[in-house]
T-cell receptor, first 113, second 115 residues
Framework: AQTVTQSQPEMSVQEAETVTLSCTYD???????LFWYKQPPSRQMILVIR??????QNATENRFSVNFQKAAKSFSLKISDSQLGDTAMYFC??????????FGKGTRLSVIA | DAGVIQSPRHEVTEMGQEVTLRCKPI?????LFWYRQTMMRGLELLIY????????DSGMPEDRFSAKMPNASFSTLKIQPSEPRDSAVYFC?????????????FGNGTRLTVT
């Protein structure tokens, strides 16, 4: 069975600063993928970034980057130059083998002006 | 493409009543998923379908919950009878395949409140 753990229920950051959201996972599969989704107050689920487990290079999408530590089964999300529009719930998710996405409980991020 | 369409957006009902949530997946997507979001448990997978056939319903909390997919363009999630602890946001999502290269597309969810 796959599990995803997000240990930070809530976080806050000052506008223009950098924040890192933590995620750990567990799977016995050798082939898997990791994702970060953003859920703003509108409830829309937006894919932010994804990482293939077999790739050593950390994925980057503009101000969003990940720190993928495969041996530690850690997949943290770094948001640089935080903006007010980054205020949202962030979910870490895992897809292993041919199984559906498994999500963590989420981290609520508030960006403060 | 209108995306995944869910209805209603909000539902308020009394305990004991039947509730039906509806979903129209993206045309051409072979997989449909029902997730439930709560503060305590985050996003949980309830059930998913492939080509209208239920594949895994192990996440359905109890017999009060049932889901159907009578055709490729429509699915329902029914709760009968509803209880206050069923209050949550229910998401429907669809994808072309069950793989990394086939992103999951979510609807905007139905917020269910059972009083």
């Amino acid at each position: 069975a796959q599990t995803v753990t997000q240990s930070q229920p809530e976080m806050s950051v000052q506008e223009a600063e950098t924040v890192t959201l933590s995620c750990t996972y567990d799977t016995s599969e050798s082939n898997y993928y990791l994702f970060w989704y953003k859920q703003p107050p509108s409830r829309q689920m937006i894919l932010v970034i994804r990482q293939e487990a077999y790739k050593q290079q950390n994925a980057t999408e503009n101000r969003f980057s990940v720190n993928f530590q495969k041996a530690a089964k850690s997949f943290s999300l770094k948001i640089s130059d935080s903006q007010l529009g980054d205020t949202a719930m962030y979910f870490c998710a895992l897809q292993a083998g041919n199984t559906p996405l498994v999500f963590g409980k989420g981290t609520r991020l508030s960006v403060i002006a | 493409d209108a995306g995944v369409i869910q209805s209603p957006r909000h539902e308020v009902t009394e305990m004991g009543q039947e509730v039906t949530l509806r979903c129209k997946p993206i045309s051409g997507h072979d997989y449909l998923f029902w997730y439930r979001q709560t503060m305590m448990r985050g996003l949980e997978l309830l059930i998913y379908f492939n080509n209208n056939v239920p594949i895994d319903d192990s996440g359905m909390p109890e017999d009060r919950f049932s889901a159907k997919m009578p055709n490729a363009s429509f699915s329902t999630l029914k709760i009968q009878p509803s209880e206050p602890r069923d209050s949550a946001v229910y998401f429907c999502a669809s994808s072309f395949a069950l793989s990394y290269n086939s992103p999951l597309h979510f609807g905007n969810g139905t917020r269910l409140t059972v009083t």
